[in-house]
């Protein structure tokens, strides 16, 4: 396995030095399955953001928005969709389990599209996000699933992503992950797959099951694990402060069973708190599931967690035109780094 990584430096006279020969290090890295390219910065992290520096109250806003927030126990009943009549058990056309809801998605982006809340709270910080409510809201993604694949057997890749805040994309405050079933994998998906298995077929191993050992060994950038998920820091990552979260022995989220729910759902809530201690309070969450009833031994499913920045009423966003046409994110925290900060969290 190959983390490729070159460094190169840059040279300038700066105005913050007298105008003296001064040297910046750059990082060139690609990840070791697919060869998607990252390029590392730190020093990036001091550039000048002249739309950033006025704190907001996201209480505030918070309070004035759950006043007309569907998502809210008082608004969901009349203000959400409900699935058609027979697609699910029952007649009131959502799924509901603990704290959460989940219900069609009314501005979709794919054929199967729900959303599901978290908790009846329209706002938490990070730090009050528990293991339960994930655990909670996946059971009610898993049997979205498992009823879109009754309905339509060509709808077979699960999707469960979470935005928070409107930093990470998120529209609305109230915290709430989205779920769709696909007919054919995401392109970035599909290359996934395709290099695992190449992987597993070229060097006889699993790539996913490797990385995890070669991580642990080398200590650098793993972070944590528990019986089922292990927790890394990408080596070449596509947002700051990404955190890997690789299930070890489930391909695809509808086998997830309530011990791998729960021990997934912990990694998160306790990658969600470190954020919060450095400051963050917006991320993005997606998974990588293989397609429903594949148990290929070349996957296995994983996550990718990254930190979006802080909201505030005016802010320099993380990713530009590079990232979004060229496909090479510019990352301003070295992984291992980001592995040293997070570790603490899953010691205890």
């Known amino acids: 396995m190959e983390f ?16 003296e020969r001064e040297t910046k290090s750059i990082e060139y890295r690609s990840d070791p399955l697919t060869g998607y390219r990252s390029r590392v910065s ?41 699935f058609a009549l027979g697609f699910l058990p029952g007649d009131d056309g959502r799924i509901t389990v603990g704290g959460g809801t989940l219900f069609p998605n009314l501005h979709p982006f794919a054929e199967y599209h729900a959303v599901a809340t978290l908790t009846e709270r329209h706002y938490l910080e990070l730090d009050e996000f528990t293991p339960t409510m994930i655990e909670d809201n996946l059971a009610a993604a898993r049997k979205y699933i498992a009823a879109v694949n009754r309905h339509c057997a060509d709808a077979g ?83 700051n402060r990404e955190v890997q979260i690789i299930s070890k022995q489930v391909g695809n989220l509808l086998d997830f069973d309530k011990r791998h729910t729960r021990d997934f759902a912990d990694a998160v809530v306790r990658v969600l708190r470190c954020y919060k201690a450095m400051g963050m309070n917006s991320f993005n969450l997606v998974t990588y599931s293989a397609a429903i009833g594949d148990r290929s031994e070349h996957f296995r499913l994983s996550a990718r967690i990254m930190s979006r920045p802080v909201f505030q009423p005016l ?21 291992e780094q980001v592995a040293s900060d997070i570790r603490k969290w899953f010691d205890s």
């Open 4 to 19: 490729r990584k070159e460094v190169i430096t840059a040279e300038l006279l700066s105005p913050l030095r007298g105008f």
């Open 42 to 82: 730190v020093d990036r992290a001091k550039r000048v953001k002249q739309a950033q520096g006025v704190a907001v109250d996201v209480a505030d806003i918070a309070a004035r928005s759950a006043e007309s927030c569907c998502f809210c126990p008082d608004n969901i009943a009349g203000g959400t969709t409900r």
């Open 157 to 239: 890749y699960p999707v469960w992503l979470w935005n928070h805040l409107p930093p990470s994309g998120a529209s609305i405050l109230h915290p709430h992950t989205q779920v769709s079933v696909e007919r054919a994998p995401m392109p970035e998906l599909e290359v996934v797959l395709g290099e695992s298995e190449g992987y597993l077929r070229e060097k006889g191993v699993n790539f996913w099951q490797e990385l995890i050992a070669v991580e642990k060994k080398a200590g650098e950038r793993f972070i944590g694990e528990n019986a089922s998920v292990a927790v890394i820091a990408s080596f070449a990552p596509r947002g």
């Open 315 to 335: 802010y320099t966003n993380d990713a530009g035109s590079i990232e979004r046409f060229y496909g090479i994110s510019i990352i301003e925290a070295m992984p």
